[in-house]
């Protein structure tokens, strides 16, 4: 099915007045998406939030059954966060590690991941090793197998980085850690929403999304997939009586699903829209989202490559909605302002998201065009147009 992008223009009234090519950061929301959050904040100032979210029970049990879908799990196996962040330190905390351990990761990888990684390691003795990208820029999957031994512990990767259109062979490296017996979690924060996910084709045993950027979902949300079968290989590193139950002065007993990754408390309203988010993206088909996503930003890279002094800098055998570039003598932040002025959105990559990457490729701020289903190709040509023309000043 391909997309009506008049109907997804109306459905989400800013295209109107503002270029978006900041979907990587945070998209615009569609209006399912505002009119869910909105509609129950109204409801929690009218009857009371615990009275509230008794009556909604339904739209939050959604947002589970809408997750799972889209990932193909099961409900059971979803924990809801406040962020990808949190999501991924969720899992990530609670792996048990020890001196020696090895923890295997990309190029690619996000920098608050390799922060935590960083810290665990200092904690646990535990080593990090970074897996080399092959000549398309992209994890190499055939080092990855000459790396592996009884030590390694963990493969964490970032599907999609946030500086660049590259997408990671996520579910090749998923089978090399299934067939080891090694646990994998998979960073999907940016591919989720522009891209069909299927937790079985990549045999990740957890995945980590945010809801704010290609789900089109509120800021202030998150969640984690949790494979059945490895949530028993590691503990929740925080617990509240939401997650475990209190049975006795000695004990506590953890939920039997993925709410022992969850806290109590939570933003309702951004909950339930997260599920109002899910729900609009599987309406147009996650397929149908990639293939105009991806046709939407090869536009963007053919004309970026046409402009004098733009060089494009994404890597990768298949590229997504990301777009990054350097222009000749401009700063990527003045060049934000200059489209702002013009209302038009774009962002900027900075080494300390994806350090590993950018100092191997020299790079220090790059230019990010983010491209979504609902932009046009009319779109495309005033971006680079404007461009132009900020370039030429
Ligand atoms: C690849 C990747 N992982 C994780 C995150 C963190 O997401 P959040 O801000 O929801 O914690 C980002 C945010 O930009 C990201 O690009």
Not at 255 to 264: G, K, M, S, T, Y
Not at 323 to 351: C, I, Y
Request: hydrophobic share 40%; glycine share 8%.
């Amino acid at each position: 099915m391909s997309i009506d992008i008049d109907r997804a223009r109306s459905e989400t009234p800013r295209c109107a007045s503002v270029l978006h090519f900041n979907n990587a950061g945070a998209s615009l929301t569609p209006l399912a998406v505002s009119d869910a959050v909105l509609g129950f904040l109204t409801r929690e100032a009218e009857v009371g939030g615990y009275e509230a979210e008794l009556e909604r029970e339904g739209d939050i049990a959604n947002t589970y059954n809408a997750l799972a879908k889209m990932l193909h799990c099961r409900r059971e196996e979803i924990a809801y966060c406040e962020s990808a962040t949190r999501a991924w330190d969720m899992a990530f905390y609670g792996i048990p590690l020890k001196p020696g351990d090895r923890i295997l990761t990309g190029m690619a990888e996000y920098g608050s991941n390799w922060i935590a990684m960083l810290q665990r390691a200092r904690q646990t003795g535990a080593v990090i090793e970074v897996v080399p990208n092959d000549d398309c820029g992209q994890i190499a999957t055939q080092a990855l197998l000459g790396m592996l031994d009884e030590r390694v512990k963990l493969i964490a990767l970032t599907h999609v980085p946030s500086n660049g259109g590259l997408v990671n062979p996520a579910a090749a490296v998923g089978k090399i850690a299934r067939d080891a017996g090694i646990l994998y979690l998979l960073d999907a924060c940016q591919s989720a929403g522009q891209m069909p996910l299927d937790v079985r084709e990549l045999s990740c045993d957890f995945l980590s999304a945010t809801g704010r950027k290609f789900l089109r979902g509120p800021r202030g949300t998150g969640f984690l997939y949790v494979r059945k079968e490895a949530m028993e290989r590691l503990e929740p590193p925080f617990l509240d009586m939401h997650a475990a139950e209190w049975v006795s002065k000695n004990d506590y007993r953890l939920q039997p699903d993925a709410r022992r990754f969850e806290a109590f408390e939570a933003n309702i309203a951004a909950k339930i829209g997260l599920g109002a988010a899910v729900d609009y993206a599987l309406s147009w088909g996650l397929d149908a989202i990639r293939e105009r996503v991806q046709a939407l930003a090869a536009l963007v890279r053919l004309r970026l490559d046409a402009i004098p002094g733009v060089e494009v800098c994404d890597l990768g055998r298949e590229k997504c909605g990301i777009v990054t570039f350097t222009v000749d003598g401009h700063d990527p932040w003045k060049l934000r302002e200059s489209f702002a002025e013009r209302r038009m959105n774009m962002w900027m990559s900075q080494p300390s998201g994806t350090r590993l990457d950018m100092e191997a490729r020299h790079l220090t701020k790059l230019c990010r065009a983010s491209v979504h289903y609902y932009n046009t190709e009319e779109e495309v040509e005033r971006f680079c147009r404007a461009l132009t023309e900020i370039t030429r000043a």
